[in-house]
């Protein structure tokens, strides 16, 4: 008879597309699937570095940053020890949830925390910023998290209903960001972000393999 052996990541990952990442994701006219970390990177990574990097030439970018990160300056070690708590907590889930932690695995959380960073710079403070020189405070925050929101849908081809969560979830650390710490909010993205694909493309959680078994 056949049987179904589960194997764990630690096993027997490599190549198999992760089930709770495809979920995001609507087909592409081919039916195809975003399947691998370089594809995530090339499609949705690049984007983000570049715009990050745009909005730091903008002059007013450097105060902007300033003014977010003056908690961090009164109380550099009290986020140092927060950070170091952040990589523990995510390096003990993944280990917990019986995924493997290898080079690749850290690799997925450093990535995760770089898209944290950039996204968090560009949709909820220099984007918004700038915005505010031609529109009302709170349309400038709408329009920055629909860009946000709709980039997703372009590079990452996610479905519209996550979509339509990641605009919510923009608003909210939006509304975090009110406090005036960009640390926080960057946190909080990176926490949230991890939670929901907590491992990269290539790597599945479970996989079920049919093996031929001997009967009794």
């Known amino acids: 008879m056949l049987e179904n052996t589960h194997l764990s990541p630690k096993n027997d990952s490599e190549g198999v597309f992760p089930e709770s990442q495809g979920r995001l994701q609507r ?6 699937k975003i399947t691998s970390f370089t594809q995530v990177f090339v499609r949705h990574g690049l984007l983000m570095l570049a715009l990050a990097g745009l909005f730091v030439l903008f002059p007013t970018a450097f105060a ?77 925050v709408v329009m920055s998290n629909i860009i946000f929101a709709a980039i997703h849908f372009f590079t990452l081809r996610w479905r519209l209903i996550w979509v339509v969560f990641a605009f919510l979830g923009g608003l909210g650390l939006s509304r975090v960001m009110t406090h005036g710490d960009l640390l926080v909010v960057i946190w909080l993205h990176w926490i949230g972000t991890f939670l929901n694909t907590p491992f990269p493309p290539g790597l599945k959680q479970l996989k079920e393999k049919s093996a031929p078994l001997p009967r009794d």
């Open 27 to 32: 087909d592409a006219p081919d039916g195809t």
């Open 64 to 140: 902007d940053l300033s003014l977010s990160l003056t908690g961090f300056f009164a109380s550099p070690h009290y986020y140092g020890l927060a950070f170091l708590a952040l990589w523990v907590f995510l390096i003990a889930y993944s280990q917990l949830s019986d995924k493997v932690v290898n080079r690749k695995q850290l690799t997925w959380i450093g990535y995760l925390l770089f898209i944290s960073i950039a996204e968090e710079w560009i949709f909820r403070l220099a984007l918004p910023n700038l915005l505010t020189g031609y529109l009302a405070p709170i349309y400038a």
